[in-house]
């Protein structure tokens, strides 16, 4: 690919679709209003279509740049777990699941550790990939949650557990669901040592996430228009044979009858996590012991 097909925004996508090294990715359209977007504008704006403002799903590197100061963090190792101990099966082995999603995002599960500085305040942030898996929490990702709060523990850090799943992990069965108090039991810990846990509810925040972690914060954040509940609003609507409010579930929606604090543009969601550290940490910005 050279520098015209990558930097040069072509009237209509077919221009270079005679050269078979044309990439198919130089456009994106917003899923809420369809607006094509080219790929350099919409990283620079965080995946935010500037035509609707819809905040898309975004992974774990691009969110550890967007919210440390400078986009710099080290990333923090997350201790193996059993890989598919009930060697569980549908239509398919649940080992080749894992190894198809580990080859599409190129990350062992669906949440990542990474310590840096927000506000110059030393804090651990725990990111939950939507696109792994639908960001189901098993084994592994709630090995990644205790390794986070761990590390804010040992920093004397806040931590910030930026949420997004479907729910538990099936494949993993009563394992996946043991994740929820093993979870809840480091966000106790947190809150013991005086230390500030902040969720960052994303676009969707489901089951058992919601369940334990995610609604356990100091603080609780949603990015506009994101999903946050337990079941999901068909299931209710089939359940209770009614017709669901507008914008039921919805962020702003949560944010008016209380169970969010704020619901936060992602554009000034670093700005605003470093405003609560210096708050919440009482002005001061203590770096972690050598």
Not at 173 to 190: D, E, N
Not at 206 to 211: D, L
């Amino acid at each position: 690919m050279n520098w015209i097909k990558n930097f040069v925004r072509p009237r209509f996508p077919s221009v270079f679709r005679e050269h078979d090294d044309t990439p198919d990715n130089l456009w994106e359209a917003c899923k809420k209003c369809g607006e094509m977007i080219f790929h350099r504008d919409l990283e620079v704006l965080q995946k935010v279509c500037p035509g609707c403002d819809h905040h898309m799903r975004i992974g774990a590197p691009e969110r550890f740049e967007a919210l440390f100061d400078k986009g710099a963090f080290e990333m923090i190792a997350v201790p193996d777990v059993p890989h598919d101990p009930l060697k569980f099966k549908d239509q398919k082995k649940y080992a080749e699941r894992l190894k198809d999603a580990r080859s599409k995002t190129g990350d062992k599960d669906a949440v990542q550790v990474a310590k840096g500085t927000i506000g110059g305040q030393t804090s651990i942030i725990a990111v939950q990939d939507f696109h792994f898996m639908g960001g189901s929490l098993g084994m592994a990702a709630g090995e990644a949650v205790v390794t986070a709060g761990q590390a804010a523990l040992e920093n004397n850090a806040p931590l910030i557990m930026v949420a997004a799943a479907g729910g538990a992990r099936m494949q993993e069965g009563i394992l996946s669901l043991m994740q929820m108090p093993r979870t809840t039991v480091i966000v106790q810990q947190l809150r013991e040592q005086g230390l500030p846990y902040i969720v960052l509810l994303t676009d969707p925040t489901t089951g058992g996430v919601t369940a334990s972690y995610g609604m356990l914060g100091d603080v609780h954040i949603a990015e506009p228009g994101a999903l946050i509940g337990f079941a999901g609003p068909r299931v209710i609507q089939d359940t209770i044979k009614e017709k669901l409010p507008e914008g039921f579930q919805r962020a702003e929606y949560l944010l008016e009858h209380g169970m969010v604090d704020m619901v936060v543009h992602r554009h000034k969601m670093a700005e605003t996590l470093a405003n609560l550290l210096d708050l919440l940490m009482g002005g001061k910005a203590p770096q972690a012991a050598e």
